[in-house]
């Protein structure tokens, strides 16, 4: 799905119909990577300030356990955004909104 802006909601939407359309195992074996454009929403949370980016991955990951499906996908997009414009420190903030992912 091409878009510019997005919420944990639409990710979430975009995760599910990637494991319906592409299979567990491939979500499960080769990553979220594999079966959602996690390049577009990591374009766009690194415009976002660095308390939006944790409010987005912490509503992304909610309760969830790890390696949950929502954790999953936390994960990969902490991976796809490591090089943003972030501080070290503020990004290691960033990683606090999903224990155990990074």
């Given amino acids: 799905m091409l878009k ?4 944990p909601e639409d990710v979430i939407s975009e995760m599910k119909v990637g494991i319906r359309e592409f299979g567990r195992y ?3 074996d080769k990553g979220p ?3 959602m454009d996690i390049h577009s929403i990591a374009k766009y949370l690194v415009t976002l300030p660095t308390e939006a980016v944790y409010g987005f991955i912490k509503k992304l ?3 969830t356990k790890i390696n949950s499906d929502r954790e999953r996908v936390a994960r990969s997009l902490l991976v796809a955004i490591d090089t943003g414009p972030w ?3 503020e990004f290691l ?3 606090e909104a ?3 992912s990074y």
């Fill in 4 to 7: 510019n802006t997005w919420t």
């Fill in 26 to 28: 491939t979500f499960s």
């Fill in 33 to 35: 990577e594999e079966v």
């Fill in 61 to 63: 990951r909610g309760k």
């Fill in 87 to 89: 501080t070290e420190q």
């Fill in 93 to 95: 903030h960033i990683c």
């Fill in 98 to 100: 999903s224990p155990g």
